[in-house]
C-alpha cells in the first residue's frame, strides 16, 4: 500500500492518499477544493491514477474536491448513501467492502457528528473522520448531529477494534498526526477513560460553541458533491481558492 497524509491548513482538515501498488490505481479519502493542485501533483509524483474519491460525511468547514476532480481526471465519486446525493456514483453502506486493486476498505457507520457519518477500516489503519479525534471528537450540534449516537459509535464500534489499530483523524488543531484506538481508549478526555453516555452528554451539552462561519455555505456545496457558491463573502473566498503550497501534514 502506499500511503500519504496531506494537511489543508485553513480548515486543519487531513486528507489520505492512498494507492495500490499493484494496480497504480489511488483514491483520497476527504479531498479538500483548494488543495487539488497539490494533490494532483502528488498523484503523479507517485506515478499513480485517481480512481476514487471517498468521503467521510458532508462537511461544514471545507469544500470537498469530489465533484471538480472527477471532471478534470475521471475519478468516481463516492459518498455514504445514507445521504442520497444525486452526484455520488458510489453510495458508501456498511457491510459493503469498497475494493482499490488489492485493497479493502471497511466502511463503518458512526454517527453522530452527522447522521450519515462513516469511518473507513483498512488494514490496521481506520479513518475516523470526525467521530473520533486525537484527544477530542467532532461536534454534536448540527446535521442532525447526537451525542448519544456519537458515543454508542465511538465505544461501541471504534473502541471494540484492536488496540493497535492506527487511528487516522479528519482534522487535527494541535498538529498531531496520528493516534491508536488504545491511546484514545485510555487518555480521550472527551471518550475514553471509562466516561459514561451521561458524562459525555452533559460535557457536550456545556461546549457552547460559536456557530460554524463556513456551515451554510459548506453543506450546500458538499450536498453537490463540492459546488463553490458564487455568492461568498470575500473573507470566506479563500475557502473555495486553490492553494497549491498547502504543506503536507
Do not use: W
Not at 485553513?10 to 494533490?39: F, H, K, M, W
Not at 491514477?49 to 471538480?68: K, N, R, S
Not at 448513501?81 to 453510495?91: F, H, K, M, Q, T
Not at 450536498?223 to 503536507?248: F, K, N, T
Amino acid at each position: 500500500m502506499i500511503f500519504r497524509q496531506l494537511f489543508e491548513p485553513l480548515s486543519s482538515t487531513y486528507t489520505y492518499l492512498i494507492g495500490c501498488e499493484s494496480t497504480g490505481q489511488a483514491l483520497l479519502i476527504d479531498p479538500v477544493v483548494n488543495s487539488i493542485d497539490r494533490d494532483l501533483a502528488e498523484l503523479q509524483r507517485l506515478g499513480l491514477t485517481l480512481a476514487l474519491t471517498l468521503d467521510t460525511h458532508v462537511h461544514a468547514d471545507h469544500i470537498t474536491a469530489a465533484l471538480q476532480l472527477s471532471q478534470r481526471v475521471g475519478s468516481k465519486i463516492a459518498a455514504p448513501a445514507l445521504d442520497r446525493l444525486p452526484c455520488v456514483d458510489i453510495g458508501v453502506v456498511e457491510g459493503q467492502p469498497l475494493r482499490l486493486g488489492s485493497l479493502t476498505l471497511e466502511p463503518l457507520h458512526t454517527p453522530g457528528h452527522t447522521d450519515s457519518h462513516h469511518a473507513y477500516r483498512l488494514g490496521d489503519h481506520v479513518f475516523t473522520g470526525d467521530a473520533l479525534l486525537i484527544d477530542g471528537c467532532g461536534r454534536t450540534d448540527f446535521q442532525n448531529g447526537s451525542a448519544q449516537d456519537l458515543y454508542r459509535s465511538v465505544t461501541g464500534k471504534l473502541f471494540a477494534l484492536p488496540d493497535e489499530q492506527l487511528v487516522y483523524p479528519g482534522h487535527d488543531y494541535s498538529g498531531r498526526r496520528v493516534s491508536s484506538i488504545g491511546q484514545e481508549k485510555a487518555r480521550n478526555p472527551r471518550l475514553g477513560q471509562g466516561r459514561t453516555l451521561e458524562e459525555f452528554e452533559r460535557l457536550m451539552a456545556g461546549l457552547n460553541l460559536p456557530y460554524p462561519k463556513f456551515i451554510d455555505h459548506a453543506v450546500p456545496g458538499n450536498r453537490q458533491c463540492g459546488v463553490c457558491p458564487a455568492d461568498l463573502p470575500e473573507q470566506l473566498q479563500a475557502y473555495c481558492q486553490r492553494m497549491s503550497d498547502s504543506p503536507q501534514g
